[in-house]
């Protein structure tokens, strides 16, 4: 009986313990679900905010049939990121690195794609249309004392960092008009179906501190904001940014 009554013992004490491991493995599988879901929850630095600004601008071209305006029309949106410190976060930390990269563009055409260009802003927060601030797949900030957009260097606790995606040469606009102004009512002037120039620009955002972590998140816009065929300028600000799931990596 003793030794029947000790391997009914064993046995139980090798249940107990292969029970403890199966709710550790479930614990942790759920913890792991949960991360891919949810990602991370006290980001030393996080975005605050983005505001995206569309419009369009005419380029002149060469008249034809004495017209008294003759542009090429490009729609711009200017897209203003706001990185700063999470007042949650109780650890020194600084800024190292802010990366974007990944860049893809979805029209919703499926045509024209290659025609959207991505710029990024001068050392005075302008944007210059050539070939030295042309974005191609990596844009990298460093963290620095102060903000230098020229010079990739953004202030080691956070700052505003400036794009512009450019949808070009979406329309001609030939007329005698008395005046035009340079805004979206310029793709009405020429035609433009407004689903056609939809797209949606998604990109990664990896942020690096100090301490050589690095969290990525993806963010997603759907360009132009608003109904900039009569408005003539819309403006969208984004501070809700669930749908942004950063990650350690």
Same mark, same amino acid.
């Given at each position: 009986?003793?030794?029947?009554e000790l ?13 403890i491991?199966?709710i ?8 792991m679900?949960?991360y ?10 996080e975005?605050?905010k ?5 419009t369009?601008?005419g380029?002149?071209?060469d ?11 490009n729609q711009?949106n200017?897209?203003y990121?706001?990185?700063?410190k999470n007042?949650?976060?109780?650890? &020194?930390? @600084? *800024? =190292?690195?802010?990366t974007?990269e ?6 919703? #055409?499926?045509?024209?794609?290659? +025609? ?6 001068n050392?005075e927060?302008?944007i ?12 990298n900030?460093k963290?620095a004392k ?22 070009q ?12 102004i340079h805004d979206g ?15 949606t ?6 942020i690096?501190? &100090?301490? @050589? *972590? =690095? ?5 997603s816009?759907?360009?132009p904001?608003? #109904?900039?065929?009569?408005e003539? +300028?819309s403006?969208?600000?984004?501070t ?10």
């Open positions: 009986m003793k030794i029947s391997k009914n013992k064993k046995i139980i004490h090798i249940c107990i313990i292969l029970g491991i199966v550790i493995l479930v614990v942790a599988g759920i913890i679900l949960r891919q879901v949810e990602g991370e929850k006290n980001l030393p630095f975005i605050s983005i505001i995206v600004v569309s369009a601008e380029n002149e071209i008249a034809v049939d004495n017209n008294r305006w003759n542009f090429n029309v711009n200017d897209i990121i706001q990185i700063q007042d949650q976060y109780k650890q &020194n930390s @600084n *800024i =190292k690195n802010i974007f990944n860049f893809n563009i979805q029209k919703n #055409n499926g045509n024209g794609a290659e +025609k959207i260009k991505l710029y990024r802003a050392s927060g302008k210059v249309e050539d070939d030295a601030h042309l974005v191609n797949n990596t844009l900030y963290g102060e903000n230098n957009l020229d010079s990739l260097e953004i202030l080691n606790q956070g700052g505003i960092i400036l794009l512009r995606s450019v949808n040469n979406v329309c001609e606009v030939r007329n005698n008009d008395e005046s035009i009512t310029l793709l009405a002037k020429g035609n433009v179906n407004p689903e056609d120039l939809k797209y620009l998604t990109f990664d955002i990896i690096e501190t &100090n301490r @050589n *972590i =690095k969290y990525k998140g993806t963010v816009l759907v360009l904001t608003g #109904n900039i065929e009569t003539g +300028k403006q969208m600000e984004k809700d940014f669930s749908d942004v799931i950063f990650k350690r990596i």
